[in-house]
T-cell receptor
Framework: GAVVSQHPSWVICKSGTSVKIECRSL??????MFWYRQFPKQSLMLMAT?????????EQGVEKDKFLINHASLTLSTLTVTSAHPEDSSFYIC??????????????FGPGTRLTVL | QKEVEQDPGPLSVPEGAIVSLNCTYS??????FMWYRQYSRKGPELLMY????GNKEDGRFTAQVDKSSKYISLFIRDSQPSDSATYLC?????????FGTGTKLQVIP
């Protein structure tokens, strides 16, 4: 099956610093990648959708200047949490979809990145 | 009101039991219905997806969709300790996926 990797899997940073998380599709080209955030005992909340070569579309309530998303190639998307604060501590999960279209196309999820901001 | 409602559990069952997991939804635009399994500190893994009302079976798993009642279910037969995980229902409309909160399942040997 399709594999999506994330790096790092776990990061601890000081408040005010920036953290970059990478999401890679290893064996397929992802025209669309999604970034989710999951707090303990809560569901995945979509933060933004990114298409290769274009600006990301952010969900309501997600600060685009704080969560910078870059989807520069068909296999790599990055999420940068700028000026991180303790309330940004969460489990960040990316997913990738191979093609776009009217029918359902499966999203393949990465293993997640646990961010802890001190 | 949330678009997707799912009982968070936890749900504890003995090994070999039949497990029933359910979700209700309010958005009639949802077209695809999925069930994901998520182990602790891991990303979700797709178990099954369905498009129409009715049943879909895959091994020990059966997904059921009732669009008229806006209700979906996942049944697990002969449950195993390895099935212990959080199960998330998810629904898709216009390429956007909305997840339930997940039900934590524990299968006790």
């Amino acid at each position: 099956g399709a594999v999506v990797s994330q790096h790092p899997s776990w990061v601890i940073c000081k408040s005010g610093t920036s953290v970059k998380i990478e999401c890679r599709s290893l064996d397929f080209q992802a025209t669309t990648m999604f970034w989710y955030r999951q707090f303990p005992k809560q569901s995945l909340m979509l933060m933004a959708t990114s298409n290769e070569g274009s600006k990301a579309t952010y969900e309501q309530g997600v600060e685009k200047d704080k969560f910078l998303i870059n989807h520069a190639s068909l296999t790599l998307s990055t999420l940068t949490v700028t000026s991180a604060h303790p309330e940004d501590s969460s489990f960040y999960i990316c997913s990738a979809r191979a093609t776009s279209g009217g029918s359902y196309n499966e999203q393949f999820f990465g293993p997640g990145t646990r961010l802890t901001v001190l | 009101q949330k678009e997707v409602e799912q009982d968070p559990g936890p749900l504890s069952v003995p090994e070999g039991a039949i497990v029933s997991l359910n979700c209700t939804y309010s958005n009639s635009a949802f077209q695809y219905f999925m069930w994901y399994r998520q182990y602790s500190r891991k990303g979700p893994e797709l178990l099954m997806y369905t498009y129409s009302s009715g049943n879909k079976e895959d091994g020990r798993f059966t997904a059921q969709v009732d669009k008229s009642s806006k209700y979906i279910s996942l049944f697990i037969r002969d449950s195993q300790p390895s099935d212990s995980a959080t199960y998330l229902c998810a629904m898709s409309a216009n390429q956007k996926v909305t997840f339930g909160t997940g039900t934590k399942l524990q299968v006790i040997p």
